[in-house]
């Protein structure tokens, strides 16, 4: 969905005690059964698309999505060939796709109903990488904080063009798989993982305090020097194959800096 779109088309799920919940109201679904959840992660890591995630990396997600208490918020960036299980897998949760091609968005919400996705602009390039990180190092205090609503920022490498009740949902887990590309002029990763890390600082009190935050992709130099940028090397709790853990917990207001103990990344 194109995220100028988003008052044309129902309004999202309640809130209850500020986090979103599924559409569907009254008795929730039994959470799905281990035997359903390994078949469904076999078929996904063994399909032909060439692009599709290893097993290994689909079962760090799935084993953490069982495990997030109900109703789970999850937040995804990139539609992509673990679009639909990633939804099957939180059936009594929101599970929200953010996707570069508004075109892609809307063909995938036109076939499976059941999906909520949105489409955003990126204006960061692969390229201007070094540039993009030392403008956040120098607006760490005003418009780059680690906490903050990122629909009120300027900063570069924030996304704040994501339709409005999405900044006000307490992720429990984000999953950065996009946007796609790694040529110079492509957008890559970094506003994807910079939003992450702020959405999981900025949770409301009272909220669950962690944000589990993967990264796929974690062995291609951008996403690993941004993720250690934005997301820190304190918080990676597990780094295996091409699939980077970090677990975040929310900051006080007045938070100026993303990593307790940093050393910057060779970029």
């Given amino acids: 969905m194109w995220a100028g779109?988003?008052?044309?088309?129902?309004?999202?799920?309640?809130?209850?005690?500020?986090?979103?919940?599924?559409?569907?109201?009254?008795?929730?679904?039994?959470?799905?059964?281990?035997?359903?959840?390994?078949?469904?992660?076999?078929?996904?890591?063994?399909?032909?698309?060439?692009?599709?995630?290893?097993?290994?990396?689909i079962k760090q997600i799935s084993d953490v999505l069982r495990q997030c208490s109900h109703p789970c918020n999850f937040l995804v960036f990139g539609l992509t060939h673990e679009t639909l299980l990633w939804k099957a897998l939180n059936p009594n949760g929101r599970t929200v796709f953010i996707d570069e091609n508004r075109y892609y968005a809307a063909y995938i919400e036109e076939k499976y109903p059941e999906i909520e996705a949105y489409d955003v602009q990126y204006s960061t390039k692969i390229s201007e990488m070094k540039e993009l990180i030392s403008s956040v190092k120098e607006q760490v205090q005003n418009e780059c904080r680690p906490v903050q609503n990122l629909l009120f920022s300027e900063c570069k490498v924030g996304l704040n063009d994501l339709p409005n009740q999405l900044y006000e949902v307490d992720?429990?887990?984000?999953?950065?798989?996009?946007?796609?590309?790694?040529?110079?002029?492509?957008?890559?990763?970094?506003?994807?993982?910079?939003?992450?890390?702020?959405?999981?600082?900025?949770?409301?009190?009272?909220?669950?305090?962690?944000?589990?935050?993967?990264?796929h992709d974690f062995n291609m130099k951008v996403d690993k020097i941004t993720s250690d940028e934005?997301?820190?090397?304190?918080?990676?709790?597990?780094?295996?194959?091409?699939?980077?853990?970090?677990?975040?917990?929310?900051?006080?207001?007045?938070?100026?800096?993303?990593?307790?103990?940093?050393?910057?990344?060779?970029a």
């Fill in 5 to 57: 779109d988003q008052n044309w088309k129902q309004s999202p799920p309640p809130a209850v005690g500020g986090v979103a919940t599924s559409a569907t109201t009254g008795a929730t679904n039994p959470p799905l059964p281990k035997s359903v959840v390994r078949a469904l992660v076999h078929y996904a890591s063994n399909s032909n698309n060439s692009e599709h995630m290893s097993y290994t990396d």
């Fill in 171 to 215: 992720w429990d887990i984000i999953l950065v798989d996009g946007p796609r590309g790694y040529w110079p002029e492509a957008p890559g990763r970094m506003a994807a993982i910079f939003t992450a890390g702020v959405l999981a600082r900025s949770k409301k009190a009272g909220a669950n305090p962690k944000t589990h935050i993967f990264v």
């Fill in 230 to 266: 934005f997301l820190c090397k304190e918080n990676l709790v597990k780094s295996k194959d091409m699939l980077g853990h970090f677990i975040l917990e929310r900051m006080d207001s007045s938070s100026t800096q993303f990593c307790r103990s940093h050393s910057s990344s060779s």
